[in-house]
């Protein structure tokens, strides 16, 4: 018999705890997180350059530079290898665009 699952709620706490990653980096997650997983999926030596406030909360699934490099010009989606930016004027924080609140409840 299959399970009922509420959409919507799964939806909600998987951006949650991808919100309280972004916002709390060094918490354990039940999932691996960071430059060292970051390293274990052979991202580019380019990763290096990445400072650690921009790559302390990555949680990806895949390495996609397995696929190739971008030509000149060529643009994808955003990814940890990609520079850090500046919010609100500060020069040491990277660009968070999430505006989630504050992760309250996952352990």
Same mark, same amino acid.
């Given at each position: 018999?299959?399970?009922?699952?509420?959409? #919507?709620?799964?939806?909600?706490?998987?951006? @949650?705890?991808?919100?309280?990653?972004?916002?709390?980096?060094?918490?354990?997650?039940?999932?691996?997180?960071?430059? !060292?997983?970051?390293?274990?999926?052979?991202?580019?030596?380019?990763?290096? @350059?990445?400072?650690?406030?921009?790559?302390?909360?990555?949680?990806?699934?895949? @390495?996609?530079?397995?696929?190739?490099?971008? =030509?000149?010009?060529?643009?994808?989606?955003? #990814?940890? !290898? !990609?520079?850090?930016?500046? !919010?609100?004027?500060?020069? =040491?924080e990277?660009?968070?665009p999430?505006? =989630?609140?504050?992760?309250?409840?996952?352990?």
């Open positions: 018999m299959p399970v009922g699952i509420d959409v #919507d709620l799964l939806k909600s706490e998987i951006k @949650n705890t991808y919100a309280c990653l972004s916002q709390e980096p060094g918490r354990d997650f039940i999932f691996p997180t960071g430059r !060292a997983w970051a390293q274990a999926l052979d991202y580019p030596p380019e990763l290096a @350059n990445v400072p650690e406030a921009a790559v302390e909360s990555f949680a990806g699934v895949a @390495n996609p530079w397995e696929l190739g490099r971008l =030509s000149a010009g060529e643009q994808a989606g955003r #990814d940890v !290898a !990609a520079p850090a930016r500046p !919010a609100r004027g500060s020069a =040491s990277p660009h968070r999430d505006r =989630s609140p504050p992760c309250a409840h996952h352990p």
